[in-house]
């Protein structure tokens, strides 16, 4: 069976789609011949065209309005902005208008659109192009956040973000793009996951690890590894999505293991997974055999030092030192 990598999951996602509806183009900085930032774009546009392969300038408001207008008016534009951290130079059209559009129209205008860019540190690329911004999305009503952590996933969600009606923000990480560790059989033909959908990728008795994205891969590792060492059976939930989120999936796995450890990469006050815990706590604390722990990143911005990153970024060790501290084994 053939394996692709992240990246190359994603591209032939974005290949199928816009092979099967002229109504999809995409638009971003350096996505023409040049091919992206971290080539994933590379060949589009000898294959595509200029007209579905749009080179904007070095404005991401603009081209993100641009993306929007195009929605309503019935095209599915895949914006590509080449870092997460430049979401925030399109605040306003990401959550005052693509976000709220719909809402505001009765539904009677739809926003189906999708922006990808790349999220997440561990590459040495400092403070303004490493950040995990998944929270302050998240908490936009209107936007869905899409985090996957394997090409499996990655090409699936991709093609059921597109033919979604509303904004997708869709967090792709640095580290999973050509990292052939983490390649695996993706189909050739066309395929969705569904949004709001997570999965048990390990299944386990005794601590239920959640987690998005490259954490999805630290926590599997750490699992594997307490699993051979330590017969300690973690099960490990991949939230896929989290917006919607699937706090069922969470719950009943709570409910199967009595204990929760949270790993997420972004920094952790006002991160994410504070959500999933409060969920947890608020619907299914009487599952629960210890207090809910949480894995993130420290509160700093994320320095350009690679000693320092690492530090900072939530480690194999560091999970592992949680889940025995909660498995009282610490």
Not at 162 to 169: L, R, S, W
Not at 188 to 214: C, F, N, Q, R
Not at 218 to 234: G, P, R, W
Request: net charge negative; with cysteine.
């Amino acid at each position: 069976m053939r394996e692709l990598t992240y990246l190359e999951a994603i591209k032939e996602a974005i290949r199928q789609v816009m092979k099967e509806n002229e109504d999809v183009f995409m638009l971003g900085e350096d996505i023409g011949l040049y091919g992206g930032s971290f080539g994933l774009t590379r060949g589009l546009f000898e294959e595509f065209g200029k007209d579905r392969i749009r080179n904007t300038p070095i404005a991401e408001a603009a081209l993100i309005g641009a993306a929007v207008g195009s929605a309503v008016t019935g095209m599915r534009p895949i914006a590509e902005l080449m870092f997460s951290d430049f979401s925030t130079v399109a605040w306003d059209q990401i959550v005052n208008q693509a976000a709220k559009i719909r809402y505001q129209f009765g539904g009677k205008a739809k926003v189906p659109m999708v922006i990808r860019t790349a999220h997440g540190g561990g590459m040495g690329f400092a403070a303004q192009h490493s950040q995990s911004l998944e929270a302050l999305f998240a908490h936009i009503p209107g936007l869905k956040v899409v985090m996957p952590s394997c090409p499996y996933d990655a090409k699936g969600l991709f093609i059921a973000s597109v033919y979604d009606n509303n904004p997708v923000i869709f967090l792709e990480h640095k580290i999973l793009y050509n990292n052939k560790k983490y390649s695996q059989h993706v189909p050739e033909e066309m395929y969705t996951i569904p949004l709001g959908k997570g999965e048990v990728k390990k299944s386990g008795k005794d601590l239920t690890l959640v987690a998005t994205s490259y954490m999805v891969q630290k926590s599997l590792e750490v699992a594997n590894e307490l699993k051979d060492k330590m017969q300690i059976d973690c099960e490990v939930v991949d939230l896929r999505t989290i917006k919607p989120l699937d706090i069922d999936l969470v719950i009943e796995s709570v409910k199967k293991t009595g204990r929760l450890v949270c790993v997420e990469e972004a920094c952790s006050f006002g991160g994410f997974m504070g959500e999933v815990a409060s969920q947890v706590a608020e619907f299914g604390f009487d599952y629960l055999d210890a207090p809910i722990v949480r894995v993130a990143s420290k509160n700093c911005p994320v320095p350009y030092s690679y000693v320092l990153e690492q530090e900072m970024i939530p480690s194999s060790d560091r999970i592992k030192e949680n889940i025995l501290k909660v498995l009282g084994k610490a």
